[in-house]
């Protein structure tokens, strides 16, 4: 109606909801060039130690790296594609802490490729 550019959508999105990928959205955030901001990137705080084949990859990569669960999980969103933009919690100093962690080192391609698979 007001011919107003899209420049952002907001939607769920992490290893446990991979719904956008799924269902076009991220492939016309892509096509149209806007971002896809991903809330809940972390699940809602979801475990994700719970023994499932996500969560035995997520340690595995973890420990390769030293880094937590959290960082390798938000690491693998943000990697996903230049668009995603993740708005992960912060309601505390140690969430801050775990968010920050998850940038300046990058999975590899086999990483990655190990947990889409486990995610799937």
Known sequence: ?????????????SLFHRYPERNGMLDACRQLDVALIAYRPLAGGRTIRDGSAIGRTLTAIASAHQKTVTQVALNWLLRKDERIIAIPG???AEHVRQNVGAVG???GDDEL????????
Do not use: I, M
């Open 90 to 92: 912060a309601t505390s």
């Open 1 to 13: 109606h007001h011919r107003t550019p899209l420049a952002a959508n907001a939607v769920q999105f």
């Open 113 to 120: 490729a190990e947990l889409e698979r486990s995610s799937a």
């Open 105 to 107: 080192w990058t999975l």
